[in-house]
T-cell receptor
Framework: SQQGEEDPQALSIQEGENATMNCSYK?????LQWYRQNSGRGLVHLIL?????REKHSGRLRVTLDTSKKSSSLLITASRAADTASYFC??????????FGKGTRLSVIA | NAGVTQTPKFQVLKTGQSMTLQCAQD?????MYWYRQDPGMGLRLIYY???????DKGEVPNGYNVSRLNKREFSLRLESAAPSQTSVYFC????????????????FGEGSRLTVL
């Protein structure tokens, strides 16, 4: 089954810095989604970007999608300690539900 | 608005015991899902229900059964628990029209942490 793979697996930055996470996938998609998971909690949807979009913004989040390279990136600007979490990309595959990657663990140090 | 509610939050079982994880959503969503999350493995789909009255296998269905009791509720049953089923289980729902949900946002519960000894 198609699956997004996030890179890096773990990322540690100082508060105020920008954090960039990448996602690669294998086959054509109609959209790609990013989710966040705080420790011990469920996943929360952050943003969805459609295959005909190249960039999308939501607050301090910026997502890009390059369908020619089958990749996406999530940028969190001016990070805060509260952004510490795991971030997952997810892609649908035909008629099947979302397939998730293994995630990037982000640590923001105050 | 409660969203997706899972019970129980924690459970310890002995090998061979059975149990049912319950999930309910109050968003009038058509589609519901069960995922398991293991360290280093991300989330893997166990079963899903595209609409009331239908269920389909996901990536890792062996050892599990599901019931879509009505539009609100989707339960996951372990008939004979094994240590390999120690995991965190997440229920999710989406609006999803028709079979599967190709583009919808998923709403997750807080998870059920299961340990099988």
């Amino acid at each position: 089954s198609q699956q997004g793979e996030e890179d890096p697996q773990a990322l540690s930055i100082q508060e105020g810095e920008n954090a960039t996470m990448n996602c690669s996938y294998k086959t054509s998609i109609n959209n790609l989604q990013w989710y966040r998971q705080n420790s011990g909690r469920g996943l929360v949807h952050l943003i969805l970007i459609r295959s005909n979009e190249r960039e999308k913004h939501s607050g301090r989040l910026r997502v890009t999608l390059d369908t020619s390279k089958k990749s996406s990136s999530l940028l969190i600007t001016a990070s805060r300690a509260a952004d510490t979490a795991s971030y997952f990309c997810a892609t649908p595959s035909g008629n099947t539900p979302l397939v998730f990657g293994k995630g990037t663990r982000l640590s923001v140090i105050a | 608005n409660a969203g997706v509610t899972q019970t129980p939050k924690f459970q310890v079982l002995k090998t061979g015991q059975s149990m049912t994880l319950q999930c309910a959503q109050d968003m009038n969503h058509n589609s519901m899902y069960w995922y398991r999350q293991d360290p280093g493995m991300g989330l893997r789909l166990i079963y899903y229900s595209a609409s009331e009255g239908t269920t389909d296998k996901g990536e890792v269905p062996n050892g599990y059964n599901v019931s879509r009791l009505n539009k609100r509720e989707f339960s996951l049953r372990l008939e004979s628990a094994a240590p390999s089923q120690t995991s965190v289980y997440f229920c999710a729902s989406s609006e999803g029209a028709g079979r599967g949900s190709r583009s919808g946002e998923l709403f997750f519960g807080e998870g059920s942490r299961l340990t099988v000894l």
